[in-house]
């Protein structure tokens, strides 16, 4: 339902009594407990379970949440993206204010991140309605997604390979406060911005990985702190300009919101106790296998099944392959390093190399 029709509804919670409210499509009027769909518990399912990864590993967010809803077939994927982006915009600023009493952000960079990825992530939803016909929308953003996906597996590769080579040579001297370079900065928020706006998925991903190579010496702390604080605004701007355009759907929202505040809460407390390496690794076989999985459903040629079909055995086998062959390729790049195929340092040590 259009965010239009909830706002005279809230000014006029102020007062009793309030009447129910309007479905502008229907025609008929939808009670407050109606916001609560069948689909309630299913969402609030996936938000906590999606939550608990995202507080143990720092990594997952929209990646693993978009696809799932989409899965479960709980809404069109423009709603979902919608939802997905507000619930982020509220569990994201809870870790922002964490890191921020710290003292982990560099806010100089973080500036500048955020110059270049708020207009872009406001522009992106607009962008797709200006151009696409409404019909083709959902084909559009399923096939955005399912990319975006790969793109966000693939960098989890590039940074492990990035420490590599950095523990091999001895670069790994910390400086968190580099100088900041303005314009590539920039463009690397303005990137972000528009995958998050168009996809919600990408706000830690693809910006952190790019800020690896642009900021080599920038400790782990100040750069997972760095990127969640221009998060904030990027997913804000995105959330808002989503919902200007699709309007936002609280059957998804607010059971998302439920499951996936308390289950980040939960993952953090016990991060340190879980191996995290291990489940990183599994969110990235996940992530490629429901990229595939988005393209095959979107219609994508090299695929082909659409119409909301997929070859559930090419995505399967897609799994095994990537649980077998990965450690394999991963293997000879550490030969090329003069390294021996397996043993230290191990991906563990790689992840906390640069810890500070």
Avoid at 9 to 37: I, N
């Amino acid at each position: 339902m259009p965010w239009q029709t909830y706002y005279p509804y809230y000014l006029c919670r102020l007062s009793t009594p309030c009447p129910p409210l309007l479905d502008q499509q229907t025609g008929t009027r939808d009670t407050v407990h109606d916001l609560f769909t069948d689909n309630a518990a299913q969402i609030v399912a996936a938000g906590f379970f999606v939550g608990v990864i995202v507080g143990v590993t720092g990594m997952g967010g929209g990646a693993l949440m978009t696809p799932a809803l989409i899965f479960l077939g709980v809404g069109h994927t423009s709603a979902i993206v919608t939802a997905d982006l507000t619930a982020a915009a509220v569990y994201k600023t809870g870790g922002a204010l964490v890191h921020s009493k710290h003292g982990s952000p560099n806010f100089h960079l973080a500036g500048w991140l955020i110059a270049g990825s708020v207009p872009m992530a406001f522009l992106g939803p607009h962008l797709v309605s200006w151009v696409v016909d409404e019909g083709d929308v959902e084909d559009l953003l399923k096939m955005c997604i399912g990319f975006a996906l790969l793109v966000a597996a693939s960098t989890y590769a590039i940074r492990l390979y990035i420490q590599l080579v950095r523990v091999r040579t001895g670069h790994l001297a910390a400086d968190d406060n580099p100088t900041i370079r303005p314009i590539p900065t920039m463009l690397v928020g303005a990137l972000g911005g528009l995958l998050v706006g168009i996809t919600s998925v990408g706000s830690g991903s693809v910006i952190m990985v790019v800020l690896l190579i642009l900021y080599p010496t920038l400790s782990a702390l100040k750069l997972v702190g760095t990127d969640l604080v221009q998060a904030v605004p990027l997913v804000l701007a995105a959330a808002i300009s989503n919902i200007m355009v699709n309007g936002l759907d609280w059957g998804i929202t607010l059971p998302l919101i439920l499951g996936s505040v308390p289950g980040t809460l939960i993952g953090a407390r016990f991060a340190a106790k879980v191996p995290q390496s291990v489940i990183r690794r599994g969110i990235v076989i996940v992530l490629t296998m429901s990229g595939v999985a988005l393209l095959d459903k979107a219609g994508w040629a090299p695929l082909g099944a659409g119409e909301d079909d997929t070859h559930p055995v090419l995505i399967g086998v897609i799994g095994l392959v990537m649980l077998v062959v990965v450690p394999v390729v991963w293997g000879f790049l550490r030969k090329r390093q003069g390294l021996p195929m397996f043993g230290a340092p191990t991906v563990a040590e790689l992840e906390g190399s640069k810890k500070g």
